[in-house]
Antibody
Framework: EVQLVESGGGLVQPGGSLRLSCAASGFTFSSYAMSWVRQAPGKGLEWVSAISGSGGSTYYADSVKGRFTISRDNSKNTLYLQMNSLRAEDTAVYYC?????????????WGKGTTVTVSS | QSVLTQPPSASGTPGQRVTISCSGSSSNIGSNYVYWYQQLPGTAPKLLIYRNNQRPSGVPDRFSGSKSGTSASLAISGLRSEDEADYYCAAWDDSLSGQVVFGGGTKLTVL
């Protein structure tokens, strides 16, 4: 079964750091681009970042550029999101999603999400 | 304020056909593919349409996507109660350094 499981969310103070992980199973992880997409409480979807299958290309939303870093370990079938200098507006459910059909942004598999709360 | 503009709500009765619009600009919809996602309450989004009008396997053909110029639409025919959900459009935006932009979402109510 194709599956994505996020972890690493929690409560962090403004200015703090957190690293999210997304464990993938049931498919050849290195063959697919991956993304992080977030959803603030009661709000819509917001794309955060994307990475190519090899990890050689990365892309970021303006709102997180310079603060967040996406990476992947294809030997461990795991996607990461290192989040630094966190702000209240980063509070959201963070989903990892798998691109398919040769398209970075055709996310056909999603995890259940992990919640990040930035508050003092 | 979302870069792509969707109506906040839409409604229809069972069996009806409804359309949800998504308006953008030349830097996003006008020059890139459009994607549509469905989000049922309390769940992760689901891919409905990719590359403007392509349906993933398993998505009923009641769902169809189209694009014209800087606007796109999602049509749902034979409306069913289980279609009640939030619907989001998305596209890559070439402005600045490039990023994916979403619409604000449309809450579809099946009356």
């Amino acid at each position: 079964e194709v599956q994505l499981v996020e972890s690493g969310g929690g409560l962090v103070q403004p200015g703090g750091s957190l690293r999210l992980s997304c464990a993938a199973s049931g498919f050849t992880f290195s063959s697919y681009a991956m993304s992080w997409v977030r959803q603030a409480p009661g709000k819509g979807l917001e794309w955060v970042s994307a990475i190519s299958g090899s990890g050689g290309s990365t892309y970021y939303a303006d709102s997180v550029k310079g603060r967040f870093t996406i990476s992947r370990d294809n030997s461990k079938n795991t996607l990461y999101l290192q989040m630094n200098s966190l702000r209240a507006e980063d509070t959201a459910v963070y989903y990892c999603a798998k691109g398919n059909y040769g398209d970075y942004f055709a996310w056909d598999v999603w995890g259940k999400g992990t919640t990040v709360t930035v508050s003092s | 304020q979302s870069v792509l503009t969707q109506p906040p709500s839409a409604s229809g009765t069972p069996g009806q056909r409804v359309t949800i619009s998504c308006s953008g600009s030349s830097s996003n919809i006008g020059s890139n593919y459009v994607y549509w996602y469905q989000q049922l309450p309390g769940t992760a989004p689901k891919l409905l349409i990719y590359r403007n009008n392509q349906r993933p396997s398993g998505v009923p053909d009641r769902f169809s996507g189209s694009k014209s110029g800087t606007s796109a639409s999602l049509a749902i025919s034979g409306l069913r109660s289980e279609d009640e959900a939030d619907y989001y459009c998305a596209a890559w935006d070439d402005s600045l350094s490039g990023q994916v932009v979403f619409g604000g979402g449309t809450k579809l109510t099946v009356l």
